[in-house]
């Protein structure tokens, strides 16, 4: 199996350019729904150790349905599929183009949750715009163990996210294990109390916020995505919820730029522009660095061939 890996603003990509499972016909959901359903050995194989390690999002390259995108896309982690992926879709874009695949100028992804555009502005640098992204229920409030009562919001900005202030803990690596308990602790909170997404799905990721610390941007985040790992990037998807809440409440116009920054540090320029629904449609720029391109190969006398799970097994 042919892959090619990137990381935009420190989050990790592996993008399978060749020998991936045939997802067959239908739409892009569909395929995604029979990657799960039929092909989940994939999750651990390509992503997990001893091939890579529980932050890397993975992406399979599937047919388009419709003919104006470049490709259909289904993106994953170890601990299963992805809505969406914004770091991933500027990992795709950036790897293409080093794949001689793309040129500059915007190009159109087919995604499980609908199409995605990307605007590649130089070799390393692209704006993607993302599927509708809208604020589902503001100010709920949890009673999450060993923290006590936590409020935010449920927003949808192509995954499910629950959004909430956070001044427990300073959001920096050093304090990178609490802070990923804590996230783990509201989502399982979230989880007992019945919280969910629009039509009963699950809040998988979760978002806390704090100061920034560079003068220029608006917000720090620190996002634990599903399973364990954190995103090293703001998190394309998280961002957009976040503008989804920011529109809501008034405090962000149509236009104006909201920086933000992850824990590590890194940032992604963003704006919005108001979607006819009630929404939001969030433009995310940031950039990405091809880092490898790779065989994977899977050795049948290998006991392991097909990956470890994150709990080590
Ligand atoms: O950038 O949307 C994103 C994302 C989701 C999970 C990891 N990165």
């Known amino acids: 199996m042919r892959v090619i890996d990137s990381h935009t603003e420190g989050e990790p990509t592996r993008i399978i350019v060749d020998g991936g499972p045939d997802l067959g016909d239908g739409s892009v959901a569909d395929r995604a729904l029979r990657l799960r359903d039929d092909h989940s050995w994939i999750y651990a194989a390509i992503l997990s150790e001893p091939r890579g390690h529980d932050a890397i999002v993975g992406a399979l390259l599937v047919p388009p349905t419709d003919p104006s995108c470049v490709t259909g896309v289904i993106f994953f982690n170890p601990a299963g599929n992805l809505g969406m992926c914004g770091h991933a879709t500027i990992g795709l874009t950036v790897s293409l183009a080093h794949m001689g695949r793309l040129q500059p100028g915007t190009h159109r992804f087919e995604t499980p949750v609908g199409i995605v555009s990307a605007e590649l502005l130089d070799r390393n640098t692209v704006r993607v715009t993302n599927v509708e992204s809208y604020r589902h229920q503001p100010n709920v409030t949890v009673n999450v163990d060993g923290i006590g009562p936590v409020s935010g919001d449920v927003a949808w900005g192509g995954n499910w996210f629950f959004l909430t202030e956070f001044d427990l803990l300073d959001l920096n690596p050093e304090n990178i294990a609490d802070l990923t308990l804590a996230a783990k602790n509201i989502r399982a909170a979230l989880s007992r109390a019945g919280v969910t997404g629009a039509g009963g799905e699950e809040i998988d990721h979760i978002e806390l916020f704090g100061a920034p610390k560079s003068p220029t941007a608006q917000g720090r985040n620190f996002v634990l995505c599903p399973g364990g ?18 529109a809501a409440d008034g405090k962000l116009a149509p236009g104006e730029t909201w920086q933000q920054e992850s824990v590590i540090g890194s940032t992604y320029d963003c704006n919005f522009v108001k979607h006819p629904s009630g929404g939001i449609v969030a433009t995310i ?29």
Do not use: H, M, W
């Not at 995103?231 to 920011?246: Q, V």
């Not at 990956?307 to 080590?312: A, D, F, I, Q, Y």
């Open 229 to 246: 790992a954190y995103d090293r990037s703001p998190c394309g998807t998280g961002c957009s919820a976040k503008l989804a809440c920011l």
């Open 285 to 313: 720029q940031g950039r990405a660095f091809v880092t490898s391109e790779a065989t994977l190969v899977f050795d049948a006398d290998d006991p392991f061939r097909g990956g470890l799970c994150s709990n080590g097994i």
